[in-house]
Nanobody
Framework: QVQLVESGGGLVQAGGSLRLSCAAS????????MGWFRQPPGKEREFVAA????????SYAGSVRGRFTISRDNAKNTVYLQMNSLKPEDTAVYYC????????????????????WGQGTQVTVSS
C-alpha cells in the first residue's frame, strides 16, 4: 500500500504563487507515474498535471499550461506542483495521485488509472 501526503496549500491573492508537495511512502517511487488533480467547489475532479516515473515527460491541462510546473525528486520520494500567476478559478482541493507503471516515460492523465491518492490540500485564491 502506497501512502501519499500533500502539503503546501493555503490562501493566496490572485497573481500569487504556491508550491504543493506530495510525499510518497513507496520504496520504488522511481517506478511510479504521478499526477495532480483538483476538485473545484461544486464541480467534478479534473486533471491538472502529470509526470513520468523518470521525470522526463510531463503533461498539463490547458487551463494551467504556462503557469504551473510539475516536477519530482526521486531521491526524496516527492512530487511538486509549482503554481504561479494564480487565478480565483484555481481555487480547489488539490490531490496527488500515483500509479506503478512499467514504462519510465509514460504520463497518465486520467484519474481512473491511478489507484493511489492523497487526502488533498485546499488552495484558495482570492480576487
Amino acid at each position: 500500500q502506497v501512502q501519499l501526503v500533500e502539503s503546501g496549500g493555503g490562501l493566496v491573492q490572485a497573481g500569487g504563487s504556491l508550491r504543493l508537495s506530495c510525499a510518497a511512502s513507496a520504496r520504488t517511487f522511481n517506478r511510479y507515474a504521478m499526477g495532480w488533480f483538483r476538485q473545484p467547489p461544486g464541480k467534478e475532479r479534473e486533471f491538472v498535471a502529470a509526470i513520468s516515473a523518470s521525470g522526463g515527460r510531463t503533461s498539463y491541462a490547458g487551463s494551467v499550461r504556462g503557469r504551473f510546473t510539475i516536477s519530482r525528486d526521486n531521491a526524496k520520494n516527492t512530487v511538486y506542483l509549482q503554481m504561479n500567476s494564480l487565478k480565483p478559478e484555481d481555487t480547489a482541493v488539490y490531490y496527488c495521485a500515483g500509479t506503478l507503471h512499467p514504462l519510465y516515460t509514460a504520463v497518465v492523465t486520467t484519474g481512473r488509472e491511478y489507484p493511489y491518492w492523497g487526502q488533498g490540500t485546499q488552495v484558495t485564491v482570492s480576487s
